[in-house]
Protein backbone atom coordinates (compact mmCIF):
# COMPACT_ATOMS: atom_id res chain seq x y z
CA UNK A 1 0.00 0.00 0.00
CA UNK A 2 2.07 2.35 -1.09
CA UNK A 3 1.61 6.42 -2.60
CA UNK A 4 1.29 4.45 -6.31
CA UNK A 5 -1.09 1.78 -5.29
CA UNK A 6 -4.14 2.72 -7.34
CA UNK A 7 -6.22 0.80 -3.95
CA UNK A 8 -4.74 2.98 -1.57
CA UNK A 9 -6.80 5.81 -0.66
CA UNK A 10 -4.00 7.84 0.14
CA UNK A 11 -1.96 7.36 -2.86
CA UNK A 12 -0.24 10.32 -4.65
CA UNK A 13 -3.25 11.28 -6.58
CA UNK A 14 -5.56 11.35 -3.70
CA UNK A 15 -3.49 13.27 -1.50
CA UNK A 16 -3.18 16.38 -3.91
CA UNK A 17 -6.81 16.38 -3.89
CA UNK A 18 -6.91 16.40 -0.28
CA UNK A 19 -4.42 19.04 -0.70
CA UNK A 20 -7.52 20.87 -2.47
CA UNK A 21 -9.66 20.26 0.02
CA UNK A 22 -7.79 21.87 2.88
CA UNK A 23 -6.56 24.69 0.65
CA UNK A 24 -10.97 25.44 -0.52
CA UNK A 25 -11.73 25.09 3.10
CA UNK A 26 -8.67 26.89 4.80
CA UNK A 27 -9.72 29.97 1.83
CA UNK A 28 -13.09 29.83 3.39
CA UNK A 29 -11.79 30.73 7.08
CA UNK A 30 -9.96 33.54 5.67
CA UNK A 31 -12.58 34.79 3.40
CA UNK A 32 -14.60 34.99 6.73
CA UNK A 33 -11.65 36.70 8.48
CA UNK A 34 -12.18 39.01 5.48
CA UNK A 35 -8.77 38.22 4.66
CA UNK A 36 -9.94 38.15 0.97
CA UNK A 37 -6.09 37.90 -0.33
CA UNK A 38 -4.96 34.94 1.48
CA UNK A 39 -8.06 33.03 0.66
CA UNK A 40 -7.58 34.09 -3.25
CA UNK A 41 -3.94 32.37 -3.02
CA UNK A 42 -5.34 29.36 -1.54
CA UNK A 43 -7.73 28.91 -4.37
CA UNK A 44 -5.32 29.24 -7.00
CA UNK A 45 -3.16 26.55 -5.53
CA UNK A 46 -6.54 24.13 -5.29
CA UNK A 47 -6.33 24.96 -8.77
CA UNK A 48 -3.11 23.74 -9.73
CA UNK A 49 -3.83 20.81 -7.59
CA UNK A 50 -7.10 20.26 -9.04
CA UNK A 51 -5.08 20.08 -12.74
CA UNK A 52 -2.57 17.67 -10.98
CA UNK A 53 -4.24 15.26 -9.28
CA UNK A 54 -5.96 13.96 -12.63
CA UNK A 55 -2.27 14.11 -14.37
CA UNK A 56 -0.95 11.95 -11.38
CA UNK A 57 -3.70 9.44 -11.73
CA UNK A 58 -3.80 9.04 -15.39
CA UNK A 59 -0.09 8.73 -15.57
CA UNK A 60 0.57 6.21 -12.85
CA UNK A 61 -2.51 4.21 -13.48
CA UNK A 62 -4.28 5.57 -10.39
CA UNK A 63 -7.82 6.50 -11.35
CA UNK A 64 -10.30 4.67 -9.49
CA UNK A 65 -13.82 5.64 -8.67
CA UNK A 66 -12.66 6.23 -5.22
CA UNK A 67 -10.70 9.17 -6.84
CA UNK A 68 -13.89 10.40 -9.04
CA UNK A 69 -15.39 10.44 -6.18
CA UNK A 70 -12.83 12.55 -4.26
CA UNK A 71 -12.11 14.76 -7.27
CA UNK A 72 -15.78 16.24 -6.87
CA UNK A 73 -15.92 16.52 -3.86
CA UNK A 74 -13.22 19.15 -3.62
CA UNK A 75 -14.46 20.77 -6.60
CA UNK A 76 -17.64 21.31 -4.97
CA UNK A 77 -15.60 22.85 -1.73
CA UNK A 78 -13.03 24.62 -3.91
CA UNK A 79 -14.69 25.85 -7.17
CA UNK A 80 -17.85 25.77 -5.80
CA UNK A 81 -18.29 26.60 -2.56
CA UNK A 82 -15.42 29.14 -1.25
CA UNK A 83 -16.00 31.52 -4.98
CA UNK A 84 -19.28 31.81 -3.69
CA UNK A 85 -18.06 32.69 -0.25
CA UNK A 86 -15.53 34.76 -1.51
CA UNK A 87 -18.07 37.03 -3.56
CA UNK A 88 -20.82 36.81 -1.32
CA UNK A 89 -18.58 38.31 1.60
CA UNK A 90 -17.20 41.12 -0.60
CA UNK A 91 -20.54 42.34 -1.95
CA UNK A 92 -22.16 41.77 1.81
CA UNK A 93 -18.91 43.93 3.04
CA UNK A 94 -18.50 46.93 0.51
CA UNK A 95 -22.11 47.05 -0.47
CA UNK A 96 -22.85 47.02 3.56
CA UNK A 97 -25.83 44.66 2.75
CA UNK A 98 -28.94 44.08 5.15
CA UNK A 99 -32.66 42.82 5.47
CA UNK A 100 -33.81 41.95 2.55
CA UNK A 101 -30.69 42.97 -0.08
CA UNK A 102 -28.47 40.22 2.34
CA UNK A 103 -31.53 37.85 2.48
CA UNK A 104 -31.92 38.18 -2.09
CA UNK A 105 -28.50 37.61 -2.56
CA UNK A 106 -27.87 34.91 -0.03
CA UNK A 107 -30.34 32.73 -2.08
CA UNK A 108 -28.71 33.78 -5.50
CA UNK A 109 -25.55 31.96 -4.02
CA UNK A 110 -27.41 29.23 -2.07
CA UNK A 111 -28.95 28.58 -5.99
CA UNK A 112 -25.24 28.75 -6.96
CA UNK A 113 -23.92 26.10 -4.81
CA UNK A 114 -27.04 23.70 -5.37
CA UNK A 115 -26.01 24.00 -8.96
CA UNK A 116 -22.76 23.37 -9.15
CA UNK A 117 -23.74 20.43 -6.74
CA UNK A 118 -25.79 18.97 -9.59
CA UNK A 119 -23.36 19.55 -12.14
CA UNK A 120 -20.97 17.72 -10.65
CA UNK A 121 -23.30 14.60 -9.33
CA UNK A 122 -24.41 14.34 -13.41
CA UNK A 123 -20.60 14.32 -14.36
CA UNK A 124 -20.35 11.83 -12.29
CA UNK A 125 -23.12 9.78 -13.30
CA UNK A 126 -21.49 9.68 -16.89
CA UNK A 127 -17.83 9.48 -16.11
CA UNK A 128 -16.04 6.74 -16.85
CA UNK A 129 -12.90 5.94 -14.54
CA UNK A 130 -9.34 6.81 -16.37
CA UNK A 131 -12.06 8.21 -19.33
CA UNK A 132 -11.38 11.77 -20.53
CA UNK A 133 -14.23 13.12 -22.68
CA UNK A 134 -13.66 15.24 -25.70
CA UNK A 135 -15.92 18.21 -24.50
CA UNK A 136 -17.86 18.78 -21.32
CA UNK A 137 -21.47 19.38 -21.02
CA UNK A 138 -21.86 22.71 -19.59
CA UNK A 139 -19.39 25.14 -17.55
CA UNK A 140 -17.61 22.84 -15.70
CA UNK A 141 -17.15 24.17 -11.82
CA UNK A 142 -13.16 25.15 -11.81
CA UNK A 143 -14.46 27.20 -15.01
CA UNK A 144 -17.41 28.43 -13.23
CA UNK A 145 -15.50 29.62 -10.19
CA UNK A 146 -12.80 31.78 -12.24
CA UNK A 147 -16.18 33.60 -13.59
CA UNK A 148 -16.68 34.24 -10.50
CA UNK A 149 -13.46 35.50 -9.82
CA UNK A 150 -13.66 37.86 -12.59
CA UNK A 151 -17.01 39.03 -10.95
CA UNK A 152 -15.18 39.67 -7.98
CA UNK A 153 -12.72 41.49 -9.69
CA UNK A 154 -15.43 43.33 -11.47
CA UNK A 155 -16.64 44.67 -8.02
CA UNK A 156 -13.41 45.30 -6.42
CA UNK A 157 -12.67 47.15 -9.25
CA UNK A 158 -15.68 49.45 -9.39
CA UNK A 159 -16.26 47.96 -13.28
CA UNK A 160 -19.67 46.77 -12.01
CA UNK A 161 -19.96 48.25 -8.37
CA UNK A 162 -24.34 47.22 -8.08
CA UNK A 163 -24.36 43.87 -6.31
CA UNK A 164 -27.45 43.06 -7.51
CA UNK A 165 -26.17 42.84 -11.19
CA UNK A 166 -23.48 40.57 -10.14
CA UNK A 167 -26.31 38.14 -8.50
CA UNK A 168 -27.48 38.39 -11.94
CA UNK A 169 -24.46 37.30 -13.24
CA UNK A 170 -23.93 34.85 -10.71
CA UNK A 171 -27.68 33.35 -11.76
CA UNK A 172 -25.95 33.16 -15.16
CA UNK A 173 -23.30 30.84 -14.50
CA UNK A 174 -25.10 29.05 -12.46
CA UNK A 175 -27.56 27.98 -15.44
CA UNK A 176 -24.40 27.36 -17.62
CA UNK A 177 -23.32 24.88 -15.16
CA UNK A 178 -26.42 22.86 -16.19
CA UNK A 179 -26.89 24.04 -19.58
CA UNK A 180 -25.92 21.94 -23.01
CA UNK A 181 -23.14 24.52 -23.89
CA UNK A 182 -20.28 22.37 -25.23
CA UNK A 183 -16.99 22.97 -23.66
CA UNK A 184 -13.84 22.12 -25.26
CA UNK A 185 -11.64 19.48 -21.98
CA UNK A 186 -8.60 21.15 -22.04
Excluded: C
Aim: aromatic residues 16%; negative net charge.
Amino acid sequence: MGLFDKDNRFNAANLISFGNIASGIVAIYFIVQGNFFVAIILAWLAGAMDISDGKVARKYGLSSEFGVQLDSFADFISFVVMPSFLLFFALRTNSHLEGISELLIGIVFVFYIISGLRRLIEFNLKVDVGEVEKYFTGVPTPLGAIFQWVLYLLYSYEVIANPFIIAGLVLVIAWSLNSNLKIRHP
